[in-house]
């Protein structure tokens, strides 16, 4: 009998090598899918070892993004957000576009309006995405900048009153990254441990990729294909602002889509600006204040929140990074 103590235990490390194996598996399966929603290509993978109930989460962090764009896009004339823009003097908001527009509100006060979710009408002016985009004449960026900044929003319970009947409210610069909050946190409801969600580098990932963490490439700003370094991250957002996805040139000058709310220009001390923070909210509207205020302004700002990390490449090409950037690089 004593000599069928060694053959047991032999037998169960085999069945315990073959579990292990068999799951790590079935970890393996991965439904990713690819979606345009809010003006980008949204791609969101899922590792989960049931793959239909990895596809059947998907379908619902998609659809409740469709649902965030329905509700903060100014590009739907009936979101609440372009209603607020036609609004005379305020509108009543649901509880989240009130939450979006109160995070934005107070990134706009704390990078004293760098981050400006009242410059709707000069994005509009600029109309990026249109056919034919060119360089508005001074007046009319004059008149689109008068009235603007921090304190031309006002938000009491969910009422948004704003300062003129000519201002329009665009949540462009935060909305993405609440959207993909959502998507991460249905995801979670739907019983996924791992995936990523990333809404044109607007990013967030639930867990780790399996056992370990997730390897996110930062797009290079100048280098097409190129990486500028890699991160290892779980359960964090990663999103990365650059001055390369949206813009046009005219006489070897590049205009792109983040304003600079001080001169009604396209914002031009740094080529990308990359922040880690848990929500993608947060990280995406210091993304876009980092980008406007510049290396040395915007590490102070990012120097406030706990556990915010940035790595900026300035409009020289120089690295500047938080702290603790370093030890998520690999
Ligand atoms: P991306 O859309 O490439 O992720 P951002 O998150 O920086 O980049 O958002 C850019 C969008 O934010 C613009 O298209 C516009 O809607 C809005 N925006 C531009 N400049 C500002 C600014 N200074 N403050 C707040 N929002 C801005
Ligand atoms: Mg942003």
Known sequence: MALNRPLILVLLVLAATLAYFLRGDAREQQVRQSRILMGTVVEINVLDQDARRAQAAVEAAFAEMARIEELMSVQRPDSEVARLGRAEQSLAVSTETAEVLALGLEIARR????????????????????DAPRIPEQAAIAAALEGIGPQALRLE?????KAHPELVVDLGGIAKGYAVDRAVAVLEQAGIASASVNAGGDLRLLGGRGERPWRIGIQHPREAGEVLTILELSDRAVVTSGDYERYFEQDGR???HIFDPRTGFPADAVQSVTLVADSA????ALATAVFVLGPRQGLDLVGEFPGVEVLIVDAAGALHASAGMAELQR
């Open 111 to 130: 990078s004293a309006g760098a981050f400006d979710p009242s410059l709707g009408r000069l994005k509009a002016l600029w109309d990026l995405e249109g």
């Open 157 to 161: 319970g969910l009422r948004v009153y």
């Open 254 to 256: 590049r205009y792109h």
């Open 281 to 284: 909210m947060l990280a995406d």
